[in-house]
T-cell receptor, first 112, second 115 residues
């Protein structure tokens, strides 16, 4: 089954640095979404990018989508310790009208 | 505004005991509802989804079942828990948009430990 795969699995940076996480998927999609999960909590939606979009911004977040390479990236600029969390991409495959498929996530640690 | 509730927040159950986790959504009607399980340090595994009352689709065959007795209520059950059922259970809702599945909103989750 189609699955988003995040890369790297874990990322450790210093406060103020930028963090880039990547996601690859296998089949055509309607949209791709990024979520954040603090330890032991539910997921929080960050940003949705549709298959006809190439880039989207929201505050310190920048998401790109390359449908030819079936990949997406999430950039967090000027990271803060509070950004420490797991980040997941989720894809809505064309033809599966009701389901999102989540990757295994990237654990981001921002050191103060 | 919409909110989603899950209870209990944590649960410790012996092997072989029954299970009932509840999820309710407020502030929307006819949502799609989902149950996910997340093992420690892993991604989300979709267990069940529902597009309407009484309509349940199972993604992974196992000893769990789901029911949707009301439009905004989704229940995850088991008659006999296994050790492998331990995990973090998340309920989510969404509404199908013109561009496919739109944003999913997640509940706070239930941490289940089977001993």
């Amino acid at each position: 089954s189609q699955q988003g795969e995040e890369d790297p699995q874990a990322l450790s940076i210093q406060e103020g640095e930028n963090a880039t996480m990547n996601c690859s998927y296998k089949t055509s999609i309607n949209n791709l979404q990024w979520y954040r999960q603090n330890s032991g909590r539910g997921l929080v939606h960050l940003i949705l990018i549709r298959s006809n979009e190439r880039e989207k911004h929201s505050g310190r977040l920048r998401v790109t989508l390359d449908t030819s390479k079936k990949s997406s990236s999430l950039l967090i600029t000027a990271s803060r310790a509070a950004d420490t969390a797991s980040y997941f991409c989720a894809t809505d495959a064309r033809g599966s009208n009701y389901k999102l498929t989540f990757g295994k996530g990237t654990l981001l640690t921002v050191n103060p | 505004s919409q909110t989603i509730h899950q209870w209990p927040a944590t649960l410790v159950q012996p092997v072989g005991s029954p299970l009932s986790l509840e999820c309710t959504v407020e502030g929307t009607s006819n949502p799609n509802l989902y149950w996910y399980r997340q093992a420690a340090g892993r991604g989300l595994q979709l267990l069940f989804y529902s597009v309407g009352i009484g309509q349940i689709s199972s993604e992974v065959p196992q000893n769990l079942s789901a029911s949707r007795p009301q439009d905004r209520q989704f229940i995850l059950s088991s008659k006999k828990l296994l050790l492998s059922d331990s995990g973090f259970y998340l309920c989510a809702w969404t509404q199908l948009g013109a561009g496919g599945v739109d944003t999913q909103y997640f509940g706070p989750g239930t941490r289940l430990t089977v001993l």
